[in-house]
């Protein structure tokens, strides 16, 4: 039976859709035109398709699949995908949008098209159709904290993967904490050998002080980098580095003790508050961040690096005999910039060095709240909105008693999905400031893949459709989520939430978590914020 057009289910959902009368059906003798600069796009959806369906899509000049690029009639990122009984034209604005209708027509097949291998017959029936297509919101990422528990390359990949399938299009990695350090730094061999490794993980939330006695750790080297970053953008997706400075540095004063403003216990094994693994404001210091700054601007070709800047405690500082703590931070971004800067890069820093005087051009990553959004871009800065009560997917996403580790603000698949990254206080001059919206994945409660899998999923959909698609009915996403959609996490391997709460093997017992009420949350972040508010 072949597809009814006016079922189509796509995710994120398109801007227009036109049905049309039948279907193509893909075959062995399914030929591929494209241009020489769509070569990389071809090569993708022949392997994207080739083991799955038996159809190789082969070079040819026959009836088929052909992409062209339309630069003048199409935004950049924008696609127009035609679906008739005799083929299927995909044009975009560039190579990304090409790639980006690329997902949509691969959504348009049945489920066992997204698997890696054949595992039905077919027939691969595509709806007939126009789908016309473009992105809201030009900053559509994902964090992926790396640092709290390490997740090894393949996993990495894997989620550059399911981004693409979502058209996500920044990955921003945070390589560095307190809790371990995940690239080399040749000038530094320690980071590696001491700073990315740890005697135990704190099991649950802070509040309960317990803790495991399981080892953890690991790292990347250059070479997995560069893999990770090729590997996404060969997806359309731009890899941003985070180094954390100069606070959350635990795990590089542990390798060098000398680099920090007092002594610390080792690589941190317990999760949040403020540690005392912060910078000294010293020469050797500097040498140090900007020996790494050289190996991630060696290694990472994005126009931003993320140097942190958040959470910095004054007191080590003034244990150290600092004159002038309190004027630290700001000093050490200034110089950290500068280096950026010189380096030929944007600085990307959380909402926190507001408070300093951020220099001219530098982004900003609001994150406490829409406080930190409109500060930014109040202050002439451009932003990108990543508010914790919003979109931090390490939060809670149900009350299921059986939920696990639930920790923070409630954030249901609805909520997610409710997301805007424009704050309604911003006139229409400061609102163009905002480039798109992040969520967030902070890993203290995320030890493996599969934790990612249950966290970040199917709420990663809503946040997609959120910042792709702009606003819709959550009622409608969710009638495609289940109708259609599920079925493709389930076909990709994605072991996400059900909708109805955790299965019993994804529970954490063992890991007790702490909820937070959303108004006790939003009252602290005001009172977090009262400096760059100008309060």
């Not at 990304?96 to 489920?111: D, E, H, K, N």
């Not at 992040?438 to 970040?456: N, V």
Request: glycine content about 12%; aromatic content about 8%.
């Amino acid at each position: 039976m072949l597809p009814d057009s006016s079922s189509i289910a796509v995710v994120p959902r398109p801007a227009r859709v036109l049905p049309g009368e039948g279907a193509y059906v893909l075959s062995p003798a399914t030929g591929l035109i494209h241009p020489p600069e769509l070569a990389g796009e071809a090569a993708w959806l022949r392997g994207a398709l080739g083991a799955s369906t038996g159809c190789f899509l082969a070079s040819g000049d026959g009836p088929g699949i052909e992409l062209v690029l339309d630069a003048d009639a199409l935004p950049v990122e924008g696609y127009r995908l035609a679906v008739t009984a005799a083929g299927v034209e995909v044009r975009g604005g560039s190579a990304a949008g090409v790639f980006a209708g690329l997902q949509t027509l691969r959504q348009l097949l049945p489920a066992d098209a997204l698997r890696r291998g054949a595992v039905a017959a077919g027939p691969w029936a595509i709806p007939a159709c126009v789908i016309e297509d473009a992105p809201v919101h030009a900053w559509r990422g994902v964090m992926l904290d790396v640092a709290r528990h390490f997740l090894p390359k393949h996993e990495v990949l894997r989620f550059v993967d399911l981004m693409a399938v979502h058209r996500l299009n920044v990955l921003h990695l945070h390589l560095t904490d307190d809790q371990g350090w995940r690239f080399e730094v040749p000038a530094w061999p320690r980071l590696t050998s001491v700073g990315a490794w740890r005697t135990g993980s704190m099991r649950g939330s802070r509040q309960h002080e317990i803790f495991d006695d399981r080892p953890h750790g690991g790292f990347y080297t250059g070479a997995d980098l560069r893999e990770i970053v090729a590997y996404a953008a060969e997806r359309h997706i731009t890899v941003v580095p985070e180094i954390d400075l100069p606070g959350h540095v635990q795990a590089a004063v542990a390798a060098y003790p000398s680099l920090g403003a007092v002594p610390v216990d080792g690589v941190r094994t317990r999760w949040g508050g403020l540690s005392d693994g912060v910078l000294a404001p010293t020469d050797e210091a500097l040498r140090f961040c900007a020996d790494v700054l050289d190996q991630v601007c060696a290694i990472f070709p994005s126009p931003y690096v993320c140097i942190g800047g958040d959470e910095v405690p004054k007191g080590p500082w003034q244990a150290m005999g600092h004159p002038d703590p309190a004027s630290l931070q700001g000093w050490f971004i200034g110089e950290l910039a500068a280096m950026v800067i010189a380096r030929g890069r944007r600085v990307f820093g959380w909402d926190e060095i507001l408070a300093g005087g951020a220099p001219a051009g530098t982004l900003i990553g609001g994150w406490r709240a829409d406080h930190g959004t409109i500060a930014a871009a109040r202050a002439g800065h451009d932003v990108v909105a990543c508010p914790d009560t919003s979109v931090y997917l390490d939060y809670r996403q149900g009350d299921h008693p059986d939920e696990p580790t639930p920790v923070g603000v409630l954030l249901t698949l609805a909520d997610i999905y409710a997301f805007r990254p424009v704050p309604s206080e911003l006139t229409e001059a400061e609102a163009a400031r905002v480039l798109g919206g992040q969520a967030q994945i902070w890993t203290e409660f995320m030890d493996s893949g599969r934790r990612i899998d249950y966290m970040a999923y199917p709420r990663l959909c809503a946040f997609a459709e959120a910042v792709w698609s702009g606003p819709g009915d959550y009622a409608e996403f969710e009638g495609r989520l289940v109708s259609a959609h599920l079925a493709r996490l389930d076909a990709l391997g994605v072991e996400y939430r059900p909708l109805a709460g955790p299965h019993p093997w994804q529970t954490r017992p063992d890991a007790p978590g702490w909820p937070r009420e959303r108004a006790d949350r939003e009252a602290e972040l005001l009172e977090l914020t009262k400096d760059i508010r100008g309060v």
